[in-house]
């Protein structure tokens, strides 16, 4: 007889690989010997002794004495399975005790814990430009009622895909009804050749824009609620950028003073745009 789907199923119901070769063996004969089973299931010798013990304690077969020898017999096996399952359930209801036990003791630890701020949970780092890319049209998604800005480079729109669905985001914010305003560096319209020409189209749909000669750090502002800004590199790569992204209201508050204060200082983008067209188009000759 095959004995191998058989020794599958009692491992199934609890046994041991070694001890269903074994109760399988004595089912198949009246009293054995532990030589008799360790050559009949193949286990080494040192292990048979092991595997019989727990066998007895656990009540699936019975050992008896035969003169100097011990003999060992299986239990009926209905019973020997009910001894298993029974034990199977006894140890099941201990583990649901411990388990109210522990919930008991380490529940309240939990719900205090929750008191306690975390930095990570509100602070995130973004150094990949795909990454920055995503985080700032999902944060301008989200935005109600004003965004703020320090706009200078390295940018994260450094193609035109990228350029697209940023302007794009900020658009649907302004139809929305929403309010953003940008202060610019004056040098980036040195550098950047497309950023007269953005600027200007997003002047036009309400971009509420200003100059000034000097930005501190490039950073944006939502709602006052949630600030994102630039990590200066410790080795200087061109086009390299690495954005901090803080919900912080506080923060944000702190920085939205600081946005209005050189707000106050800027020129208006109309005034300066004559010459700002200037600056592009000598870029671009």
Same mark, same amino acid.
């Given at each position: 007889?095959?004995?191998?789907?058989?020794?599958?199923?009692?491992?199934?119901?609890?046994?041991?690989?070694?001890?269903?070769?074994?109760?399988?063996?004595?089912?198949?004969?009246?009293? !054995?010997?532990?030589?008799?089973?360790?050559?009949?299931?193949?286990?080494?010798?040192?292990?048979? @002794?092991?595997?019989?013990? %727990?066998?007895?304690?656990?009540?699936?077969?019975?050992?008896?004495?035969?003169?100097?020898?011990?003999?060992?017999?299986?239990?009926? =096996?209905?019973?020997?399975?009910?001894?298993?399952?029974?034990?199977? +359930?006894?140890?099941?209801?201990?583990?649901?005790?411990?388990?109210?036990?522990?919930?008991?003791?380490?529940?309240?630890?939990?719900?205090?814990?929750?008191?306690?701020?975390?930095?990570?949970?509100?602070?995130?780092?973004?150094?990949?430009?795909? +990454?920055?890319?995503?985080?700032?049209?999902?944060?301008?998604?989200?935005?109600?009622?004003?965004?703020?800005?320090?706009?200078?480079?390295?940018?994260?729109?450094?193609?035109?895909?990228? /350029?697209?669905?940023?302007?794009?985001? &900020? !658009?649907?914010?302004?139809?929305?009804?929403?309010?953003?305003?940008?202060?610019?560096?004056?040098?980036? !319209? %040195?550098?950047?050749?497309?950023?007269?020409?953005?600027?200007?189209?997003?002047?036009?749909?309400?971009?509420?824009?200003?100059?000034?000669?000097?930005? =501190?750090?490039?950073?944006?502002?939502?709602?006052?609620?949630?600030?994102?800004?630039? /990590?200066?590199? =410790?080795?200087?790569?061109?086009?390299?950028?690495?954005?901090?992204?803080?919900?912080?209201?506080?923060?944000?508050?702190?920085?939205?003073?600081?946005?209005? @204060?050189?707000?106050?200082?800027? %020129?208006?983008?109309?005034?300066? &745009?004559?010459?700002?067209?200037? @600056?592009?188009?000598?870029?671009?000759?």
């Amino acid at each position: 007889m095959d004995n191998s789907e058989y020794i599958r199923t009692f491992i199934d119901i609890g046994l041991t690989e070694r001890e269903a070769k074994v109760y399988i063996t004595l089912l198949s004969g009246r009293m !054995f010997t532990t030589t008799d089973l360790q050559k009949a299931v193949n286990i080494p010798r040192t292990k048979i @002794y092991e595997v019989l013990h %727990k066998m007895v304690s656990r009540g699936i077969c019975v050992e008896k004495n035969l003169g100097k020898n011990k003999i060992y017999e299986a239990v009926e =096996p209905k019973l020997a399975m009910e001894r298993i399952y029974a034990k199977y +359930q006894s140890d099941l209801n201990r583990k649901k005790e411990l388990i109210e036990q522990v919930s008991n003791v380490f529940t309240p630890i939990f719900e205090n814990s929750k008191s306690i701020v975390n930095p990570l949970d509100f602070i995130e780092v973004l150094k990949e430009k795909p +990454q920055i890319h995503k985080r700032y049209k999902d944060s301008v998604r989200k935005t109600k009622r004003e965004m703020l800005t320090f706009n200078k480079g390295p940018y994260a729109s450094d193609n035109a895909e990228r /350029l697209s669905e940023q302007e794009d985001e &900020e !658009f649907k914010l302004l139809k929305r009804g929403g309010i953003t305003k940008d202060i610019y560096e004056l040098n980036e !319209f %040195k550098e950047v050749n497309w950023l007269f020409e953005s600027v200007n189209k997003s002047v036009r749909f309400g971009q509420q824009a200003r100059i000034v000669d000097k930005l =501190p750090i490039k950073m944006l502002i939502f709602d006052q609620e949630k600030v994102m800004f630039a /990590l200066e590199q =410790p080795i200087q790569i061109s086009g390299e950028l690495t954005m901090i992204y803080i919900e912080h209201k506080q923060l944000a508050e702190a920085c939205s003073m600081l946005f209005y @204060y050189l707000w106050d200082q800027g %020129k208006e983008f109309s005034e300066v &745009e004559k010459s700002l067209k200037n @600056y592009s188009e000598a870029i671009l000759a």
